[in-house]
């Protein structure tokens, strides 16, 4: 079954260092994969997604993901930490039924 | 363009009585998915609606049905409501076409069942 992962719960960075989110895939075929982000009482924004080419995908608000087929991961960073970044993050992976399957978040904290 | 729309935003609601939300999606979306979410499970897929025809359905019990209409509005509904049916209810409109498509989700109806 297509499923993700993302193994940290929480994220803790200090504002002005870079962030990571972690996520890890399991799909059969090629992987679509996608990051939201979601802030207090709202509902999730769309950050990104990878689907062919360039391992390395740019989205909104400085974010970016890397794409690693070996160690089947799809990372999510950013280079200089904002307080206001400071929200829940989703992995989704697009599945053979086009279902979209989301990991179970991970709470990033930047402290100024 | 307006985002995708939820009514209501908040409901409040006695165990045993049924709900229904509603859901417009950005103009030129044809597809509207429903997720449920809870601190506990997560976000889980209720099901997919394409041309008011529903494509994909996730495990829930049949209590929880929605449909489609013409105009694409989406709305769901949760009949003999249980305390385990409080969540934040979200929809998402996507526009398929060529290619792999990400959703965007409207800010949510917060259901509380007491």
């Known amino acids: 079954a297509q499923s993700v992962a993302q193994p940290e719960d929480q994220v803790n960075v200090a504002e002005g260092n870079p962030l990571t989110v972690k996520c890890t895939y399991s799909?059969?075929?090629?992987?679509?994969l996608f990051w939201y982000v979601q802030y207090p009482n709202r509902g999730l924004q769309f950050l990104l997604k990878y689907i062919t080419g360039d391992n390395l995908v740019k989205g909104s608000y400085g974010f970016e993901a890397e794409f690693n087929k070996s160690q089947t991961s799809f990372h999510l960073k950013k280079p200089s930490a904002l307080v206001s970044d400071s929200a829940l993050y989703f992995c989704?992976?697009?599945?053979?039924?086009?279902?979209?399957?989301f990991g179970a978040g991970t709470r990033l904290t930047v402290k100024p | 363009k307006a985002g995708v729309t939820q009514t209501p935003r908040y409901l409040i609601k006695t165990r045993g009585q049924q709900v229904t939300l509603s859901c417009s999606p950005i103009?030129?979306?044809?597809?509207v998915s429903w997720y449920q979410q809870t601190p506990g499970q997560g976000l889980q897929f209720l099901f997919e609606?394409?041309?008011?025809?529903?494509?994909n359905k996730g495990n829930f019990p049949g209590r929880f049905s929605g449909r489609q209409f013409s105009n694409s509005r989406s709305e769901m509904n949760v009949s003999t409501l249980e305390l385990g049916d409080s969540a934040l209810y979200l929809c998402?409109?996507?526009?398929?076409?060529?290619?792999?498509?990400?959703?965007?989700f409207g800010p949510g109806t917060r259901l509380t069942v007491t």
């Open positions: 609606y394409f041309s008011e025809t529903q494509r």
């Open positions: 799909v059969s075929g090629n992987p679509y």
């Open positions: 989704a992976v697009r599945d053979y039924n086009n279902d979209m399957r």
């Open positions: 103009s030129g979306h044809r597809s």
């Open positions: 998402a409109s996507s526009h398929p076409g060529q290619g792999v498509y990400e959703q965007y």
